[in-house]
């Protein structure tokens, strides 16, 4: 299996993206797509996810969150990377990614930089644009999840983005209206939807390294 030295954090900086190609071996079949300009006519809510990088044993790792239920929230009890809305006072979605983590698994944002940001992606079921950043901590993380927000934390091993398949493993889940979707299925944890897209961008960005 292919691993990461410490040059990886310049290497993802200089890293082209792919984009819609990569978000859309993992979109779900019923997703619809729309344009820029149409999204904008949905009066869509902002909102920046968090792929945060840090070593452990000398291996890459990037931490997800199962989200706490809650009958509000059409995301509730999937796994996500640690992300919010973007709210007035964040000067930038760099400054939500940061904040965002911080109180969500606990991570000072002081100790938080941001290498580069990935596509945004539109999320259609939450009406929410969604921008990505790839970041990393040097501090070793001791993590501290905000119960509020997350019930358990999977610490996701950047080897295995590599594994991930262009024709990925399709099942039906129970929100998934009936009809199978592509997953990723890491020791059981079903990851898909929004995440498993932009966790697709980040394994092509790193395949091409």
């Known amino acids: 299996m292919r691993t990461f030295g410490r040059n990886l954090l310049t290497q993802i900086q200089e890293a ?16 619809p797509l729309y344009s820029y300009e149409e999204i904008l006519t949905r009066n869509p809510k902002f909102a920046a996810v968090n792929i945060m990088l840090y070593l452990k044993n000398n291996e890459w790792f990037l931490p997800l969150i199962v989200r706490s239920e809650n009958e509000r929230d ?10 919010g809305k973007k709210e007035d006072f964040d000067v930038d979605y760099a400054a939500t990614a940061k904040r965002e983590t911080s109180e969500e698994v606990g991570i000072d944002e002081h100790y938080i930089r941001i290498i580069r ?17 790839v970041s990393y901590t040097k501090k070793n993380p001791e993590f ?9 934390l999977i ?4 080897s295995s983005i590599l594994s991930l398949k262009d024709a990925p493993e ?9 009809v199978e979707v ?4 890491f020791n059981g944890y079903i990851i898909w939807g929004a995440t498993s897209m932009i966790l697709s961008e980040f394994s092509q960005l790193l395949k091409n390294l």
């Open 117 to 133: 940001e990935l596509s945004p992606i539109y999320i259609p079921p939450s009406n929410f644009y969604v921008k990505a950043f």
């Open 170 to 178: 399709m099942m039906v889940l129970p929100t998934s209206r009936g």
């Open 74 to 83: 059409r995301h509730s009890g999937q796994i996500s990377l640690p992300g």
């Open 155 to 158: 610490e996701f091993p950047v």
């Open 16 to 31: 082209t993206l792919r984009g819609d190609a990569a978000h859309e071996i993992y979109s779900p079949p019923y997703r």
């Open 182 to 185: 592509p997953v990723i299925n």
């Open 144 to 152: 501290f999840l905000q119960e509020s927000e997350a019930v358990e």
